[in-house]
């Protein structure tokens, strides 16, 4: 899942599955920054994923971006296009003030966006927005990533204020 770009990643969380009530449990675990390996951990969360599965250091392909990392860039005003492509309805539940193209819009949209803009698409968890990244970078899209957990991930881990759905 990591190496593919896909999903949601379990870093920083621990899975526990009962088998006799076939049920899943997903817990926060806290960071240790007295361990030695977190320097490690750090830069294993910013590799940058290819399309193709390839794992690409150091090269604009396709990366992941944390709702921390993305926190991050908004306090410091960074030039950035937040792309929501949920529907509408999801929208008015809950939004980071991105711009709305439902994912089933973008492919007729898609000349509304800024090629020379970084751009940050997020969904409710990650399976749309990474529909739409290998969307726009089919249409030469370079400087594209999509929010890890999408708007959930948001919420879990930057506001909690925020209305869940």
Not at 148 to 163: C, F, N, Q, Y
């Given at each position: 899942?990591?190496?593919?770009?896909?999903?949601?990643?379990?870093?920083?969380?621990?899975?526990?599955?009962?088998?006799?009530?076939?049920?899943?449990?997903?817990?926060?675990?806290?960071?240790?920054?007295?361990?030695?390996?977190?320097?490690?951990?750090?830069?294993?969360?910013?590799?940058?994923?290819?399309?193709?599965?390839?794992?690409?250091?150091?090269?604009?392909?396709?990366?992941?971006?944390?709702?921390?990392?993305?926190?991050?860039?908004?306090?410091?005003?960074?030039?950035?296009?937040?792309?929501?492509?949920?529907?509408?309805?999801?929208?008015?539940?809950?939004?980071?003030?991105?711009?709305?193209?439902?994912?089933?819009?973008?492919?007729?949209?898609?000349?509304?966006?800024?090629?020379?803009?970084?751009?940050?698409?997020?969904?409710?968890h990650g399976g749309r927005?990474?529909?739409?990244?290998?969307?726009?970078?089919?249409?030469?899209?370079?400087?594209?990533?999509?929010?890890?957990?999408?708007?959930?991930?948001?919420?879990?881990?930057?506001?909690?204020?925020?209305?869940?759905?």
């Open positions: 899942m990591v190496i593919i770009g896909i999903g949601e990643s379990l870093i920083g969380k621990l899975l526990l599955f009962d088998a006799l009530k076939i049920s899943f449990q997903e817990l926060k675990i806290a960071v240790n920054t007295e361990c030695g390996l977190g320097e490690y951990q750090q830069e294993f969360n910013r590799l940058q994923y290819h399309d193709s599965g390839g794992c690409m250091l150091g090269q604009k392909i396709s990366a992941e971006i944390s709702a921390i990392e993305l926190d991050d860039l908004m306090q410091d005003g960074a030039d950035i296009l937040l792309l929501d492509v949920r529907e509408p309805s999801e929208y008015e539940i809950c939004n980071l003030r991105g711009k709305l193209i439902p994912l089933k819009e973008l492919q007729d949209r898609i000349a509304e966006l800024d090629k020379h803009k970084h751009i940050v698409v997020h969904c409710k927005s990474q529909q739409a990244v290998k969307l726009l970078k089919t249409h030469g899209f370079d400087n594209v990533s999509n929010l890890t957990g999408g708007i959930m991930a948001w919420i879990d881990e930057i506001d909690p204020t925020m209305l869940r759905y």
